[in-house]
């Protein structure tokens, strides 16, 4: 072969220098690789570049920045190597998919969006926007942004990128659900459409007035990421992810010839030749790597080979094409030692021609015929066309003027050589014509090389016909179907096949992924004539061979014991030829074209136009120095170290996205690292430790990372290492079990750290159930093996370690937050309380939070929770012990306090009656006794004060000092009660000490009020002007008070038993009080009675035989005679009723009517031997009748009313009305015991 002359280079270069030049300006400018390039270009070209001179001293600075550029060289060109690995299996993969199962994640908030959301919710709150809300919804918006959105944990988990909107929804659903579940129930309107509607208004406060029908702008690319990615999508992806720039990315996607599905597919078979010559290169040298068994040296070549095995038989799955024979090559063979690709000979499988079916597509189009003059204008012309061995088709009819038609026949044959026929034909007008004339035709051989844009035809006339210059226009486009590679004219020689150097029409055939053959065919035959099947052989350009006459461009193929030489018209045609062979035979080497730029210069042709694109591509990508990427064989690439920079970039690139992904990668990145692993081998354990590695650092620096994603990539690897694997038993390197246990040893630092700091790295049970998944990958972390389980004493024990710092943690930010420290050192008193209060509601609530959102992840642990609550309340203790002996003595502002710890405590099942409960208690209860003690004395001498000073005027249901009295003794038993004592025997106590107070109490004002009310009847007179005063009232009330306080202040609560003496003393107190009431209305009664009495005595003047009576009735006749003298006895009468009718509407009781009519009937006794004064009588008659009755009219009983000692008054007053009425004649003056109803008044 010829060396090309300098001078033919340096043109050739200067050209190419060009083009570069035009790209870099397109993208921009990189001076170090274009240095890097000059310095390889000299290297093969083997001239040395004289060293430039350099100052004797080179300073720090100036070798730090070469240090700098030099890595950032190398990185670039890491990087750019792992893209082009990136790039192939993108373009053709066999192995992996993108998962559809993976769960969406959400688009994370960041810093200005929480703060926007804060301003919503602030103006809401503030009644600065249009949203209707009632006062529940508004407390729920309020508590939620108090105690979530404004939180500091809230905005450290959005710095860290782990939060999303999602969050923030469930997290107030969840508050609501609550709060709506203790609302009461409201008819017609259930609490699911209370929730629905709460959860619509603060999704409309959380979106503000952003308007959603807005049109979205395009979505970025990062905002598709979690959808399945086209080729396109997932290339402008790792673009980014890898820093390669565009320009580069389409340079290297067409010299890889990434569009070019044969090319990829022929990579892939030379790489997998590549990996078996690899493992069985190592297994002859026994350059092992260092595994933890000796034994594992020769396992490692079986894993080798057996994954190289699994790969072929995955990319022989892929369909070669839909009309394809469904013939596929066995190739996998496998033994009990070892599973690789068996080579074999070419007798263990040898395709048959009826193995090899072709399916072609023809579309014929005829457009128009020009040149007929044979035919008159007006007849009808049409044409047929036909595929010799198919059907015929028949355009449209036309007139002979205008011969057009425009119609398309489409065709499907087998034949790669096809005979197509096109015929003209016009319509017979004789009467006994069979057939339509033919007037002219034209037969065609198409290819699928074969022009496919109209062109003239000459048509074949008959003989004496007019028309000579007949042509026809027509296109005809043969299309291959995709199992077929290349087709063409070649001259072929052979051994076995071809034997005979002749011009042939062959058609390189894929039949399947492993399988390829170079047919040749005759016309019209859809078998070939002969095949060679190219397995084994290697292709290569040659030199013409001597003897050998037609073609002009050679190439040959060659295997032991057989070398066939090919020939092709053009060196482009050849070119074409070599590649697709090469491809197909998936040799290593890569044939390079002799002499090519050479003789396209040397004949003065156009390098650009003449020569092949793959080729140009090649001489762009070598110029500019993507070569030795491209170039760079995969088997010799040390892919542990690429793909862990791979996988680096990627999740570096995921951490920053738009999404909170907590360290999953999107379905086309999981989808391009799983092709890349399988591809090039990475192994599992190492993929999974490299990624361990990454999430750990990232969790290390704050980042949210979903520990079940954690949970997966150790387990993977803790099971590798331990071997057991669910596909057996694998090799495990040294290695790998040295990064194995330094990850472990972090992971379990990390862990045990984020258990700490629960309430910081899972805030509000966000993100949900990932502390629930840190426990349960710490317990993982802590088994020893994968198949031993870790003890229960163990894992508690680390668990309560992590606790016991998270109880000090937790109170320490607690404190700093509330800012106790100065106050505790310099306040007042008052102010050192009013903060320890405060620090203990802020300690309830955390514990509380800590029970809503934590409590299900430590379930199997809660005597531990418990016990970190206790240590978290002893820290408190403290603190409040300081402050409580900062009190003065006898203060009870500290009460308060003891209520609101203990409401807490006694309902915590674990807490109640615990230590710091029981150290609360014991502090209070002096407290509580010396309150009690003092009370008692004060309620005491309150009473002594009170009654001497009584004025006995109404207040309320009693008097001034009862009223106080009983208010003290409830408020005091309301207060004990209202301490929820959580210790019962105390609590029995002081329950049973405050209502024996109470009965003392209430027994004492009784008696007082009892002595009050003697001392007022014995100051009363007896007259008939005397009314009940509004003083004995309000005793009266006092007794009825004290009667009811009493059931309610000195009787225990059902269930609290003391005995037959505590029963026997609250008997006394009802007892006593039921004595002084009967003995005060006793009284009252007497003195009615004694008003009567001296009615009576009044009535005695009048009695028969006393002189003062004759004198009474002799001045009354007298006076009669001159003057209307007015009935003695009737003023008396009414003034004594009077006084009983006012009197009844202040008592109503029936002895005073039965000792009424007592008082009558012993006066009347006494006079059972005189006849009654007319005076006596009539007054008699009047009040008997009218106490009568008033009486009945006060609602007592008819029993009452007629009793014996009224019938004997009624009896006797009858008879003597019957005496008077015969001797006096009508002296009564219509006062009679039968009218007395009648009378009015």
């Given at each position: 072969?010829?060396?090309?002359?300098?001078?033919?280079?340096?043109?050739?270069?200067?050209?190419?220098?060009?083009?570069?030049?035009?790209?870099?300006?397109?993208?921009?400018?990189?001076?170090?690789?274009?240095?890097?390039?000059?310095?390889?270009?000299?290297?093969?070209?083997?001239?040395?570049?004289?060293?430039?001179?350099?100052?004797?001293?080179?300073?720090?600075?100036?070798?730090?920045?070469?240090?700098?550029?030099?890595?950032?060289?190398?990185?670039?060109?890491?990087?750019?190597?792992?893209?082009?690995?990136?790039?192939?299996?993108?373009?053709?993969?066999?192995?992996?998919?993108?998962?559809?199962?993976?769960?969406?994640?959400?688009?994370?908030?960041?810093?200005?969006?929480?703060?926007t959301i804060k301003e919503r919710f602030q103006a809401f709150l503030s009644g600065e926007t249009q949203i209707v809300a009632d006062e529940a919804f508004c407390n729920a918006i309020r508590s939620y942004f108090e105690v979530f959105l404004?939180?500091?944990?809230?905005?450290?988990?959005?710095?860290?990128?782990?939060?999303?909107?999602?969050?923030?929804?469930?997290?107030?659903?969840?508050?609501?659900?609550?709060?709506?579940?203790?609302?009461?129930?409201?008819?017609?309107?259930?609490?699911?459409?209370?929730?629905?509607?709460?959860?619509?208004?603060?999704?409309?406060?959380?979106?503000?007035?952003?308007?959603?029908?807005?049109?979205?702008?395009?979505?970025?690319?990062?905002?598709?990421?979690?959808?399945?990615?086209?080729?396109?999508?997932?290339?402008?992806?790792?673009?980014?992810?890898?820093?390669?720039?565009?320009?580069?990315?389409?340079?290297?996607?067409?010299?890889?010839?990434?569009?070019?599905?044969?090319?990829?597919?022929?990579?892939?078979?030379?790489?997998?030749?590549?990996?078996?010559?690899?493992?069985?290169?190592?297994?002859?040298?026994?350059?092992?790597?260092?595994?933890?068994?000796?034994?594992?040296?020769?396992?490692?070549?079986?894993?080798?080979?057996?994954?190289?095995?699994?790969?072929?038989?995955?990319?022989?799955?892929?369909?070669?094409?839909?009309?394809?024979?469904?013939?596929?090559?066995?190739?996998?063979?496998?033994?009990?030692?070892?599973?690789?690709?068996?080579?074999?000979?070419?007798?263990?499988?040898?395709?048959?021609?009826?193995?090899?079916?072709?399916?072609?597509?023809?579309?014929?189009?005829?457009?128009?015929?020009?040149?007929?003059?044979?035919?008159?204008?007006?007849?009808?012309?049409?044409?047929?066309?036909?595929?010799?061995?198919?059907?015929?088709?028949?355009?449209?009819?036309?007139?002979?003027?205008?011969?057009?038609?425009?119609?398309?026949?489409?065709?499907?044959?087998?034949?790669?050589?096809?005979?197509?026929?096109?015929?003209?034909?016009?319509?017979?007008?004789?009467?006994?014509?069979?057939?339509?004339?033919?007037?002219?035709?034209?037969?065609?051989?198409?290819?699928?090389?074969?022009?496919?844009?109209?062109?003239?035809?000459?048509?074949?006339?008959?003989?004496?016909?007019?028309?000579?210059?007949?042509?026809?226009?027509?296109?005809?486009?043969?299309?291959?179907?995709?199992?077929?590679?290349?087709?063409?004219?070649?001259?072929?020689?052979?051994?076995?096949?071809?034997?005979?150097?002749?011009?042939?029409?062959?058609?390189?055939?894929?039949?399947?992924?492993?399988?390829?053959?170079?047919?040749?065919?005759?016309?019209?035959?859809?078998?070939?004539?002969?095949?060679?099947?190219?397995?084994?052989?290697?292709?290569?350009?040659?030199?013409?061979?001597?003897?050998?006459?037609?073609?002009?461009?050679?190439?040959?193929?060659?295997?032991?014991?057989?070398?066939?030489?090919?020939?092709?018209?053009?060196?482009?045609?050849?070119?074409?030829?070599?590649?697709?062979?090469?491809?197909?035979?998936?040799?290593?080497?890569?044939?390079?074209?002799?002499?090519?730029?050479?003789?396209?210069?040397?004949?003065?042709?156009?390098?650009?136009?003449?020569?092949?694109?793959?080729?140009?591509?090649?001489?762009?990508?070598?110029?500019?120095?993507?070569?030795?990427?491209?170039?760079?064989?995969?088997?010799?690439?040390?892919?542990?170290?690429?793909?862990?920079?791979?996988?680096?970039?990627?999740?570096?690139?995921?951490?920053?996205?738009?999404?909170?992904?907590?360290?999953?990668?999107?379905?086309?990145?999981?989808?391009?690292?799983?092709e890349y692993c399988a591809r090039y081998g990475v192994r599992g354990c190492h993929r999974h430790l490299c990624y361990l590695k990454e999430l750990t650092e990232y969790a290390e620096n704050s980042a949210v990372i979903d520990p079940t994603?954690?949970?997966?990539?150790?387990?993977?690897?803790?099971?590798?290492?331990?071997?057991?694997?669910?596909?057996?038993?694998?090799?495990?390197?040294?290695?790998?079990?040295?990064?194995?246990?330094?990850?472990?040893?972090?992971?379990?630092?990390?862990?045990?750290?984020?258990?700490?700091?629960?309430?910081?790295?899972?805030?509000?049970?966000?993100?949900?159930?990932?502390?629930?998944?840190?426990?349960?990958?710490?317990?993982?972390?802590?088994?020893?093996?994968?198949?031993?389980?870790?003890?229960?004493?163990?894992?508690?024990?680390?668990?309560?370690?992590?606790?016991?710092?998270?109880?000090?943690?937790?109170?320490?930010?607690?404190?700093?937050?509330?800012?106790?420290?100065?106050?505790?050192?310099?306040?007042?008193?008052?102010?050192?309380?009013?903060?320890?209060?405060?620090?203990?509601?802020?300690?309830?609530?955390?514990?509380?939070?800590?029970?809503?959102?934590?409590?299900?992840?430590?379930?199997?642990?809660?005597?531990?929770?418990?016990?970190?609550?206790?240590?978290?309340?002893?820290?408190?203790?403290?603190?409040?012990?300081?402050?409580?002996?900062?009190?003065?003595?006898?203060?009870?502002?500290?009460?308060?306090?003891?209520?609101?710890?203990?409401?807490?405590?006694?309902?915590?099942?674990?807490?109640?009656?615990?230590?710091?409960?029981?150290?609360?208690?014991?502090?209070?209860?002096?407290?509580?006794?010396?309150?009690?003690?003092?009370?008692?004395?004060?309620?005491?001498?309150?009473?002594?004060?009170?009654?001497?000073?009584?004025?006995?005027?109404?207040?309320?249901?009693?008097?001034?000092?009862?009223?106080?009295?009983?208010?003290?003794?409830?408020?005091?038993?309301?207060?004990?009660?209202?301490?929820?004592?959580?210790?019962?025997?105390?609590?029995?106590?002081?329950?049973?000490?405050?209502?024996?107070?109470?009965?003392?109490?209430?027994?004492?004002?009784?008696?007082?009020?009892?002595?009050?009310?003697?001392?007022?009847?014995?100051?009363?007179?007896?007259?008939?002007?005397?009314?009940?005063?509004?003083?004995?009232?309000?005793?009266?009330?006092?007794?009825?008070?004290?009667?009811?306080?009493?059931?309610?202040?000195?009787?225990?609560?059902?269930?609290?038993?003391?005995?037959?003496?505590?029963?026997?003393?609250?008997?006394?107190?009802?007892?006593?009080?039921?004595?002084?009431?009967?003995?005060?209305?006793?009284?009252?009664?007497?003195?009615?009675?004694?008003?009567?009495?001296?009615?009576?005595?009044?009535?005695?003047?009048?009695?028969?035989?006393?002189?003062?009576?004759?004198?009474?009735?002799?001045?009354?006749?007298?006076?009669?005679?001159?003057?209307?003298?007015?009935?003695?006895?009737?003023?008396?009468?009414?003034?004594?009723?009077?006084?009983?009718?006012?009197?009844?509407?202040?008592?109503?009781?029936?002895?005073?009517?039965?000792?009424?009519?007592?008082?009558?009937?012993?006066?009347?006794?006494?006079?059972?031997?005189?006849?009654?004064?007319?005076?006596?009588?009539?007054?008699?008659?009047?009040?008997?009748?009218?106490?009568?009755?008033?009486?009945?009219?006060?609602?007592?009983?008819?029993?009452?009313?007629?009793?014996?000692?009224?019938?004997?008054?009624?009896?006797?007053?009858?008879?003597?009305?019957?005496?008077?009425?015969?001797?006096?004649?009508?002296?009564?003056?219509?006062?009679?015991?039968?009218?007395?109803?009648?009378?009015?008044?």
């Open positions: 072969m010829l060396d090309p002359s300098s001078s033919e280079e340096e043109s050739g270069d200067e050209v190419l220098e060009q083009e570069r030049r035009d790209v870099l300006l397109a993208g921009s400018q990189r001076s170090l690789p274009a240095q890097g390039r000059d310095s390889r270009n000299e290297r093969r070209s083997g001239t040395a570049r004289p060293a430039s001179p350099s100052p004797a001293v080179i300073s720090e600075k100036e070798k730090e920045d070469q240090d700098r550029l030099q890595r950032e060289e190398d990185e670039r060109r890491t990087r750019l190597q792992i893209y082009v690995f990136v790039l192939r299996c993108i373009a053709y993969p066999f192995n992996a998919k993108q998962p559809t199962d993976m769960s969406r994640r959400q688009q994370k908030l960041n810093r200005q969006q929480l703060l404004k939180s500091d944990r809230v905005a450290r988990l959005v710095q860290s990128g782990g939060c999303s909107a999602n969050d923030f929804r469930e997290v107030f659903k969840k508050n609501i659900e609550k709060r709506v579940r203790s609302l009461p129930e409201i008819d017609g309107l259930s609490k699911e459409t209370v929730l629905s509607s709460w959860i619509a208004k603060f999704d409309a406060i959380y979106r503000g007035e952003e308007d959603l029908r807005k049109q979205l702008p395009r979505m970025h690319l990062n905002a598709v990421s979690e959808l399945i990615l086209s080729k396109e999508q997932l290339y402008e992806m790792f673009q980014h992810i890898l820093g390669v720039k565009k320009f580069e990315h389409q340079l290297l996607y067409n010299a890889c010839q990434l569009d070019n599905a044969d090319e990829q597919a022929a990579q892939i078979r030379r790489e997998l030749d590549g990996r078996l010559q690899l493992a069985d290169q190592m297994a002859k040298e026994r350059k092992y790597p260092k595994f933890v068994a000796k034994e594992m040296e020769i396992l490692y070549i079986e894993e080798l080979k057996s994954s190289v095995n699994l790969l072929m038989a995955n990319l022989e799955s892929l369909p070669v094409s839909k009309g394809g024979s469904e013939f596929k090559l066995q190739k996998l063979k496998r033994s009990q030692n070892s599973s690789f690709l068996d080579i074999g000979d070419e007798n263990d499988t040898q395709l048959s021609k009826s193995d090899v079916v072709l399916s072609f597509t023809l579309e014929i189009v005829i457009i128009e015929v020009q040149g007929l003059r044979s035919v008159a204008p007006n007849r009808i012309v049409y044409c047929t066309m036909e595929v010799e061995g198919g059907e015929k088709l028949q355009t449209d009819q036309a007139e002979a003027s205008r011969p057009q038609w425009g119609t398309q026949g489409d065709f499907t044959t087998t034949h790669p050589l096809p005979v197509v026929k096109v015929k003209l034909f016009t319509e017979s007008t004789g009467v006994l014509a069979l057939e339509d004339k033919e007037l002219g035709k034209v037969v065609l051989y198409p290819t699928p090389n074969s022009p496919k844009s109209p062109e003239l035809h000459k048509m074949i006339v008959p003989k004496n016909s007019q028309d000579s210059e007949l042509r026809i226009k027509l296109a005809v486009r043969m299309d291959k179907p995709p199992n077929t590679k290349h087709c063409g004219y070649l001259y072929a020689l052979g051994q076995k096949v071809w034997k005979r150097w002749k011009r042939r029409y062959f058609v390189l055939v894929q039949v399947s992924q492993y399988t390829f053959a170079m047919c040749s065919y005759r016309e019209k035959k859809s078998e070939p004539q002969e095949l060679m099947q190219l397995e084994g052989y290697t292709v290569d350009y040659t030199d013409p061979q001597p003897g050998l006459t037609g073609g002009r461009a050679f190439f040959n193929a060659v295997k032991e014991g057989d070398t066939v030489v090919f020939a092709s018209d053009d060196d482009q045609d050849r070119n074409i030829w070599v590649q697709a062979m090469c491809r197909a035979t998936g040799q290593s080497y890569k044939p390079v074209a002799p002499t090519l730029a050479q003789k396209h210069n040397f004949k003065g042709g156009n390098l650009h136009t003449d020569m092949p694109m793959s080729q140009l591509n090649s001489e762009r990508t070598q110029k500019l120095g993507m070569d030795e990427f491209i170039a760079a064989d995969p088997c010799k690439c040390m892919h542990t170290a690429l793909f862990q920079v791979l996988q680096k970039q990627t999740l570096q690139h995921r951490m920053n996205d738009s999404f909170s992904c907590l360290g999953w990668f999107s379905p086309g990145q999981v989808f391009v690292l799983d994603l954690l949970h997966y990539s150790f387990a993977f690897c803790a099971s590798h290492v331990h071997g057991n694997r669910p596909d057996g038993i694998g090799t495990v390197t040294t290695e790998e079990k040295e990064q194995f246990e330094d990850i472990k040893s972090r992971l379990l630092s990390l862990l045990e750290n984020q258990i700490v700091h629960f309430r910081y790295c899972f805030p509000f049970g966000r993100p949900e159930g990932a502390l629930k998944a840190t426990l349960s990958l710490l317990e993982r972390v802590l088994m020893k093996d994968i198949s031993t389980p870790v003890l229960p004493d163990d894992m508690k024990k680390v668990i309560r370690k992590c606790l016991e710092k998270a109880a000090l943690i937790n109170y320490s930010r607690l404190t700093e937050y509330a800012k106790i420290e100065d106050t505790m050192n310099q306040a007042a008193p008052a102010k050192k309380l009013e903060d320890v209060m405060r620090l203990g509601e802020l300690c309830i609530e955390v514990l509380q939070q800590n029970e809503e959102h934590h409590s299900e992840a430590f379930a199997w642990w809660p005597e531990i929770m418990a016990e970190h609550a206790e240590i978290f309340w002893s820290l408190y203790a403290v603190d409040m012990d300081a402050s409580l002996e900062a009190q003065p003595q006898d203060s009870w502002d500290s009460f308060p306090l003891f209520q609101l710890l203990n409401n807490y405590l006694r309902n915590d099942t674990l807490l109640c009656n615990g230590k710091f409960h029981k150290h609360l208690q014991d502090y209070f209860i002096p407290l509580v006794i010396r309150y009690i003690d003092l009370m008692e004395s004060s309620i005491a001498q309150s009473i002594h004060r009170g009654f001497e000073q009584e004025t006995w005027q109404p207040v309320n249901n009693g008097s001034t000092t009862s009223e106080d009295l009983f208010w003290k003794l409830d408020a005091l038993q309301m207060f004990v009660c209202d301490l929820h004592w959580p210790e019962p025997e105390f609590a029995q106590h002081l329950e049973q000490r405050l209502k024996l107070m109470a009965s003392d109490m209430v027994e004492a004002s009784v008696k007082r009020t009892r002595i009050a009310f003697d001392a007022k009847m014995q100051k009363a007179n007896k007259s008939t002007d005397y009314r009940i005063s509004p003083s004995v009232c309000t005793m009266f009330n006092v007794l009825m008070d004290a009667k009811k306080q009493c059931t309610k202040l000195c009787v225990l609560d059902a269930g609290q038993e003391f005995g037959k003496q505590w029963q026997q003393y609250h008997s006394k107190t009802d007892d006593l009080i039921e004595e002084a009431f009967k003995e005060m209305i006793s009284l009252l009664v007497s003195k009615f009675v004694a008003v009567l009495e001296g009615v009576l005595a009044k009535l005695s003047r009048y009695d028969e035989g006393t002189l003062f009576s004759s004198i009474l009735s002799f001045t009354v006749k007298a006076a009669a005679k001159y003057v209307d003298v007015p009935n003695p006895g009737m003023d008396l009468a009414d003034t004594y009723i009077t006084f009983v009718r006012q009197n009844q509407d202040i008592l109503r009781d029936k002895q005073w009517y039965t000792s009424s009519m007592k008082a009558i009937c012993v006066w009347l006794t006494d006079r059972l031997d005189l006849q009654l004064h007319m005076y006596q009588l009539k007054t008699l008659i009047r009040i008997v009748k009218k106490s009568y009755r008033d009486f009945r009219l006060q609602s007592v009983l008819e029993g009452t009313l007629n009793n014996k000692t009224y019938e004997t008054v009624y009896n006797r007053l009858t008879v003597e009305e019957a005496t008077v009425s015969v001797t006096n004649g009508s002296d009564l003056q219509g006062i009679s015991m039968r009218d007395s109803d009648e009378e009015e008044g």
